[in-house]
């Protein structure tokens, strides 16, 4: 019998080490891949829990009229106040951070709170008082926190850059804006004759 000889002895051992090689390679790269893939993954559930939290704010972080009054002087409504509360679902809303944009006829005015600092950003201020606030949000912190709570937002129409008076059968548009980005569009409608009233329901 003949006896096998093996002119090579280490050439299976380099070869299953050149393997081990490019398998642990292997391993690797798929290690690599799939930690970024997680952290992708990771990045866009954020991404798309808080795009949609900020879309859940915008719908109902806002506030609700309750009722809008003018004040008539001159035969024109001279001034507007508003009562307002949170919509349903809505968390606090800030009144001082709240913009408006008022829009009649004669044209468009942007208003801010009266204390708010942007008052030289705007064409115009209101003010806010509180009506109903069980813990005295609205005075110390300028919050409403509670749908029981309501607030007055007052807008003097004869300030200087503000669009103007109303006349009987005017109409104006509100829109109420909160920092979240939460609106309320508010239609008004003058009573066709304001003659002896002191005030109307818009």
């Keep these: 019998m003949f006896e096998r000889t093996n002119d090579k002895p280490n050439e299976r051992a380099q070869v299953g080490i050149g393997t081990l090689i490019v398998f642990i390679a292997m391993v ?4 690599i891949a799939a930690g970024v893939l997680i952290n992708t993954a990771g990045f866009l559930q954020s991404s798309a ?12 972080n806002r506030l609700v009229e309750v009722n809008t009054v003018g004040t008539v002087n001159n035969g024109q409504v001279e001034a ?3 009562t307002a509360r949170l919509a349903p679902g809505s968390n606090d809303v ?14 468009s005015s942007n208003l ?4 708010s600092g942007d008052e030289g950003n705007a064409d115009g201020v209101f003010t806010f008082s509180e009506l109903r606030d ?13 749908r029981v709570d309501r607030a007055i937002i007052s ?9 103007s008076s109303m006349a009987g059968g005017e109409t104006a548009t509100l829109t109420i804006s909160t920092q979240s980005g939460g609106e309320t569009t508010i239609t008004l409608v003058v009573p066709d004759s304001l003659t002896e009233k002191s005030s109307v329901n818009l």
């Excluded at 009144?95 to 408006?100: I, K, N, P, Q, S």
């Excluded at 801010?112 to 204390?115: L, R």
């Design 155 to 163: 807008i003097d129409l004869t300030q200087t850059d503000v669009s």
């Design 134 to 146: 069980n813990d005295g949000s609205v005075g110390t912190d300028n919050t409403l926190n509670n």
């Design 49 to 60: 829990e808080e795009s949609g939290e900020q879309a859940a704010e915008q719908v109902t």
């Design 28 to 31: 690797l790269v798929a290690a």
């Design 112 to 115: 801010v709170a009266d204390g």
């Design 94 to 107: 800030d009144l001082e951070g709240v913009t408006m944009q008022w829009v009649q006829a004669g044209g």
């Design 80 to 82: 507007v106040d508003i």
